[in-house]
């Protein structure tokens, strides 16, 4: 059973960088597509940043120059590096793992493998 933990959500305000972390654990990380979605209250939860096995990365427009998505295969823990950030860009930010590639603005309604969500909160 693969299992993810998220960390490194919290408050900041607007203009301020955060990092969140997600570990890896319970099956080979470096075989998986992963990626970072976004929940917001009342919207569907959608994929901001990806990243495949071979490390190719792919952002949503709305992040893209903002977030960085990376991981490291030999501690088995994705990234999500977020920098300028907006009020805009509070959310619960969950990571996931699939077999299958992860498309940036997809819904993840196939996607077997999530954490437990952490929460960032941009204030202006």
């Known amino acids: 059973q693969v299992r993810l933990v998220e960390s490194g959500g919290g408050s900041v305000q607007a203009g301020g960088s955060l990092r969140l972390s997600c570990e890896v654990s319970?099956?080979?990380?470096?075989?998986?597509?992963m990626a970072w979605f976004q929940e917001v209250p009342g919207k569907e939860r959608k994929a901001v940043a990806t990243?495949?096995?071979?490390?190719?990365?792919s952002y949503l427009d709305t992040v893209k120059g903002r977030f960085t998505i990376s991981k490291d295969n030999a501690k088995n823990i994705l990234y999500l590096a977020m920098k300028s950030l907006k009020p805009d860009d509070t959310a619960k930010y969950y990571c996931?793992?699939?077999?299958?590639?992860?498309?940036?603005?997809?819904?993840?309604?196939?996607?077997?493998?999530w954490g437990q969500g952490t929460q960032v909160t941009v204030s202006s």
């Open positions: 990243i495949d096995s071979d490390g190719s990365a």
């Open positions: 319970g099956s080979q990380y470096s075989g998986f597509s």
């Open positions: 996931a793992a699939s077999i299958v590639r992860i498309e940036p603005g997809s819904f993840g309604l196939r996607i077997p493998y």
